[in-house]
């Protein structure tokens, strides 16, 4: 079953229970979706992997505005992100405990033969791709960093 077809099915539901929350977090899924599979060159059709990088930046952008809204002492708006935020996280996979998060990446430090902070980049290149969907990115820059200048 493709993402757009579990969103719409929850909106429904969503809507049939009168859940505000759900509902804003499903319809901003939907909104993503519809606008990826009109873009040039999309023919209609998105793949799993467009769904979850959209998924990431959704969540990406929340927690962004989420810090904002704490920073600016906002909570009634901190509380709309954060519930926002748990609904995306739904469809997305399983993301990994730090403890699992450096395991792997000391398991690509030593697949690529990085020896120090130098190759931060060939470490993140390859962290990038195999962490896709697992780990926010910043997560794996600062587990990569940490680990390559002990």
Known sequence: MSLELK????????????????????????????KAKTEPGANGEISEDTEMKLLQKLVKSRKDSLEIYQQQNRPDLAQKETEEIAVIERFLPKQL????LKEAVTAIISSV???????MG???????????GKADGKAVAAVVKELLSK
């Open 7 to 34: 969103v719409m099915a929850e909106m429904k539901d969503a809507m049939k229970a009168k859940d505000e929350a759900l509902l804003r977090g499903l319809r901003a899924i939907k909104a993503e979706i519809i």
């Open 122 to 132: 060939k470490v993140m290149g390859t962290a990038t791709k195999q962490l896709a």
């Open 97 to 100: 405990t730090e403890a699992e």
């Open 113 to 119: 033969g990085a020896s120090g902070p130098q190759d």
